[in-house]
């Protein structure tokens, strides 16, 4: 599968995330751990929001006048 620019980008966004002045000392390793963590929160997350919508989309009462 190619990559896209734009899926370079996140990774580099959530690699910039994680590595920061305050977390220099971390090792490879560690980092992508955290890295790896954060990705799976985030999809975690999107899910979780995606499905509360749909919920709510279906609570939605269809009445015809």
């Known amino acids: 599968m190619p990559l896209s620019a734009g899926s370079i980008e996140r990774a580099w ?3 910039d995330f994680i590595h920061n002045r305050k977390r220099n000392r971390l090792t490879v390793a560690c980092a992508d751990t955290l890295i790896s963590i954060f990705s799976n929160m985030k999809l975690v997350r999107r899910a ?3 499905k509360v ?9 269809w009445t015809w006048t």
């Open 53 to 61: 919508a749909e919920q709510q989309h279906d609570a939605i009462p």
């Open 48 to 50: 979780a929001i995606q």
């Open 13 to 15: 966004s959530s690699f």
